[in-house]
Protein backbone atom coordinates (compact mmCIF):
# COMPACT_ATOMS: atom_id res chain seq x y z
CA UNK A 1 0.00 0.00 0.00
CA UNK A 2 1.61 3.38 -1.10
CA UNK A 3 0.34 7.01 0.13
CA UNK A 4 0.92 10.12 -1.65
CA UNK A 5 0.39 13.22 0.31
CA UNK A 6 0.44 17.05 -0.96
CA UNK A 7 -1.21 20.29 -0.39
CA UNK A 8 1.17 21.10 2.45
CA UNK A 9 2.96 24.83 2.34
CA UNK A 10 2.79 28.22 4.27
CA UNK A 11 0.25 29.88 4.97
CA UNK A 12 -0.56 33.40 7.87
CA UNK A 13 -2.87 32.86 10.86
CA UNK A 14 -6.38 32.68 9.80
CA UNK A 15 -5.54 31.43 6.31
CA UNK A 16 -6.73 27.72 4.57
CA UNK A 17 -4.76 25.10 3.29
CA UNK A 18 -6.26 21.73 1.74
CA UNK A 19 -4.11 18.51 2.22
CA UNK A 20 -4.94 15.66 0.19
CA UNK A 21 -3.66 11.92 0.02
CA UNK A 22 -4.30 9.37 -2.89
CA UNK A 23 -3.81 5.33 -1.57
CA UNK A 24 -2.80 2.88 -4.66
CA UNK A 25 -1.50 -0.60 -4.22
CA UNK A 26 -5.08 -2.00 -2.88
CA UNK A 27 -8.50 -1.59 -2.37
CA UNK A 28 -9.33 1.15 0.13
CA UNK A 29 -12.98 1.25 -0.13
CA UNK A 30 -13.90 -0.49 2.89
CA UNK A 31 -11.04 1.30 5.15
CA UNK A 32 -10.74 4.01 7.60
CA UNK A 33 -8.49 7.12 6.46
CA UNK A 34 -7.26 9.88 7.98
CA UNK A 35 -4.55 12.21 8.85
CA UNK A 36 -2.58 12.52 11.85
CA UNK A 37 0.14 15.89 12.92
CA UNK A 38 3.79 15.47 14.62
CA UNK A 39 6.00 18.32 16.17
CA UNK A 40 9.22 18.24 17.23
CA UNK A 41 9.84 16.28 20.28
CA UNK A 42 5.88 15.27 20.67
CA UNK A 43 4.19 12.21 20.01
CA UNK A 44 2.03 12.53 16.61
CA UNK A 45 -1.42 13.26 17.15
CA UNK A 46 -4.67 12.41 15.87
CA UNK A 47 -6.19 15.16 13.67
CA UNK A 48 -9.18 13.48 11.93
CA UNK A 49 -10.43 10.25 10.58
CA UNK A 50 -13.17 9.23 8.57
CA UNK A 51 -14.57 5.54 7.85
CA UNK A 52 -14.78 3.82 4.53
CA UNK A 53 -17.75 2.90 2.41
CA UNK A 54 -19.18 2.73 -1.28
CA UNK A 55 -21.30 5.63 -0.94
CA UNK A 56 -19.60 8.95 -0.52
CA UNK A 57 -20.81 11.24 2.30
CA UNK A 58 -21.93 7.79 4.00
CA UNK A 59 -18.99 7.44 6.15
CA UNK A 60 -18.28 9.26 9.67
CA UNK A 61 -15.57 11.50 10.31
CA UNK A 62 -14.33 11.86 13.41
CA UNK A 63 -12.05 15.02 14.82
CA UNK A 64 -9.91 15.89 17.36
CA UNK A 65 -11.31 18.67 19.63
CA UNK A 66 -8.59 21.60 17.85
CA UNK A 67 -9.87 20.41 14.85
CA UNK A 68 -13.64 20.58 15.35
CA UNK A 69 -15.36 23.45 13.62
CA UNK A 70 -12.51 24.33 11.87
CA UNK A 71 -11.23 21.31 9.92
CA UNK A 72 -12.69 19.18 7.16
CA UNK A 73 -12.00 15.48 6.09
CA UNK A 74 -13.62 14.07 2.98
CA UNK A 75 -13.26 11.22 0.55
CA UNK A 76 -13.27 11.35 -3.00
CA UNK A 77 -15.29 9.87 -5.49
CA UNK A 78 -12.93 7.44 -6.03
CA UNK A 79 -12.63 6.53 -2.37
CA UNK A 80 -8.80 5.93 -2.57
CA UNK A 81 -8.05 9.66 -1.91
CA UNK A 82 -8.90 11.25 1.55
CA UNK A 83 -8.64 15.67 2.19
CA UNK A 84 -8.17 17.78 4.90
CA UNK A 85 -9.57 20.81 4.45
CA UNK A 86 -7.84 23.29 6.95
CA UNK A 87 -9.59 26.51 7.79
CA UNK A 88 -8.54 29.48 10.25
CA UNK A 89 -5.33 28.09 10.77
CA UNK A 90 -3.34 29.09 13.79
CA UNK A 91 0.30 28.91 14.72
CA UNK A 92 -0.31 25.69 16.93
CA UNK A 93 -1.12 23.94 13.60
CA UNK A 94 2.31 24.38 12.97
CA UNK A 95 3.40 20.70 12.15
CA UNK A 96 4.38 18.21 9.43
CA UNK A 97 0.88 16.37 8.86
CA UNK A 98 0.99 12.28 8.07
CA UNK A 99 -1.82 11.05 6.15
CA UNK A 100 -2.38 6.56 6.82
CA UNK A 101 -5.03 4.19 5.43
CA UNK A 102 -5.94 1.40 8.08
CA UNK A 103 -5.55 -1.97 6.14
CA UNK A 104 -5.35 -5.42 7.30
CA UNK A 105 -4.87 -4.90 10.90
CA UNK A 106 -2.38 -2.01 10.15
CA UNK A 107 -1.24 1.84 9.24
CA UNK A 108 0.04 2.22 6.49
CA UNK A 109 1.17 6.47 6.31
CA UNK A 110 1.72 8.42 3.76
CA UNK A 111 5.43 10.44 4.02
CA UNK A 112 4.10 13.94 5.84
CA UNK A 113 4.13 17.44 4.49
CA UNK A 114 4.68 20.42 6.10
CA UNK A 115 2.50 22.76 7.24
CA UNK A 116 3.73 26.04 8.77
CA UNK A 117 1.01 28.84 10.11
CA UNK A 118 2.91 32.39 10.49
CA UNK A 119 1.72 34.78 13.27
Known amino acids: VQLQASGGGLVQAGGSLRLSCAAS????????MGWYRQTPGRQRELVAT????????????NYADFAKGRFTISRGNARNTVTLQMDNLKPEDTAVYYC?????????WGQGTQVTVSS
Open 25 to 32: GTTVIASD
Open 50 to 61: IGGGPIRGGELP
Open 100 to 108: YVFVDTRNY
